[in-house]
């Protein structure tokens, strides 16, 4: 089976981590798996390619001038051709339509898979308003939460499917195995900075937390456009001695040894790769109640849950997990049981492959008409 997986990124955040992981275990499972980024060589797509390269995943630059290029179109679809594309895997707005009038043009199969892509600017609501009308055409579209499949229903998109997230599961179980002696407490968020991740409620909660675990530090591993408003926060609540956010981070895995609790303070998320990871760590997890976040956490069972934009009930759940040693282990097991049982990337890839092999076999007729139909007219 030959997939190209396109995106349009913006940097390396949750989405395109997943795309990554499941190019890489496609490949591992057989199948050749290239990866097509809008304007591959921009500074925005630079750690995607490099994490790409050292996956032995090719990387394909589709070049796209301005807010709308036929041209590109036109490159895509002779890439899906000569390379015998039997399915594109498209993620996002951009890649979507582009994808879709491509993929007509080539006669592939087409699949999206809807991450909860933000809508931030004026350009993105044109693209979202689109792809919603563009969906209700594709082979396949795959909702990694209910909440989007909920979404895509409304907007009468009918062929979906939803497929979780999936981690490597045994990555993380060497974090979940780390002593933690003698290490200092450490509350850790792995987010992209900007205002849907709700980091600035986890900072509103760190005073609170301050006052009764003084020595305690807090960390934030990502990047995004709400950095310097968050530096701002933390000295205007006196806690910038004990927030850091060291940027991106490449090996998430190294990052959750060090934590005691992870706090994931989001405003929206579907299924976050991040809850994901700490599950399968063996962390005790704060985390809002958003998106699929309740589903996997089963508020008590394998972590805890607070209302979004809530300091308060953020920092009295930390507190309780940080006093509650019993609590947290509990916690902290169950969850890397489930993330075990439930998120393997093996268990995602078999779900996408099998979605692979039933649109490609729909549309395999018509290209081999089509084919019959140009040697006909040769002839």
């Known amino acids: 089976m030959r997939v190209l997986q396109l995106v349009s990124s913006s940097g390396f955040y949750g989405a395109e981590r997943m795309i990554n992981l499941l190019a890489s275990s496609l490949n591992q499972a057989g199948e050749q798996v290239y990866l097509g980024l809008f304007n591959a060589d921009s500074a925005s797509c630079a750690q995607v390619v490099r ?47 582009y994808g879709f009038l491509a993929a007509r043009l080539a006669g592939c199969a087409i699949v999206a898979t809807c991450h909860n892509w933000t809508k931030r600017t004026n350009a993105l609501q044109k693209y979202a308003a689109l792809d919603q ?55 850790g968020c792995l987010s992209r900075l900007s205002k849907e991740k709700g980091v600035d409620v986890l900072l509103w909660a760190l005073p609170r937390i301050l006052d009764r675990y003084p020595n305690l530090h807090c960390c934030v591993a990502g990047e995004g456009p709400e950095r310097e408003s968050l530096e701002a926060l933390a000295a205007k609540l006196g806690v910038a001695n004990a927030f850091h956010m060291p940027g991106f981070c490449d090996d998430t895995a190294d990052f959750l040894k060090l934590c005691t609790i992870v706090v994931q303070p989001s405003r929206m998320e579907a299924m976050p790769l991040a809850i994901l990871e700490a599950m399968a760590a063996g962390k005790a997890i704060v985390a809002s109640a958003v998106g699929e976040i309740p589903r996997l956490l089963e508020d008590g069972h394998a972590g805890l849950l607070v209302p979004p934009d809530s ?69």
């Open 133 to 187: 009308i563009f969906l209700r055409w594709f082979d396949t579209v795959i909702a990694v939460s209910q909440g989007i499949i909920t979404e895509l229903r409304h907007n009468k998109v009918r062929r979906i499917r939803m497929i979780a997230n999936g981690i490597d599961v045994a990555k993380y179980q060497a974090a979940s195995n780390h002593s933690r002696q003698d290490q200092p407490v450490v509350i």
């Open 311 to 379: 300091p308060e009930k953020l920092a009295d759940a930390v507190l309780t997990l940080l006093k509650d040693e019993a609590l947290r282990q509990s916690v902290e097991r169950r969850a890397a049981q489930k993330a075990a049982a439930q998120f393997d990337v093996a268990t995602m890839t078999a779900e996408y492959q099998k979605v692979y092999r039933t649109v490609a076999s729909t549309r395999q007729p018509q290209r081999h008409l089509a084919h019959a139909d140009r040697m006909d007219m040769q002839a």
């Open 51 to 97: 994490e790409a390269d050292q996956n032995s995943i090719p990387v394909w630059n589709l070049r796209c001038r301005g807010r709308w290029d036929w041209r590109a179109v036109h490159d895509l679809a002779n890439f899906l051709k000569v390379n015998r594309i039997d399915v594109l895997h498209t993620h996002g707005y951009k890649a979507n339509i």
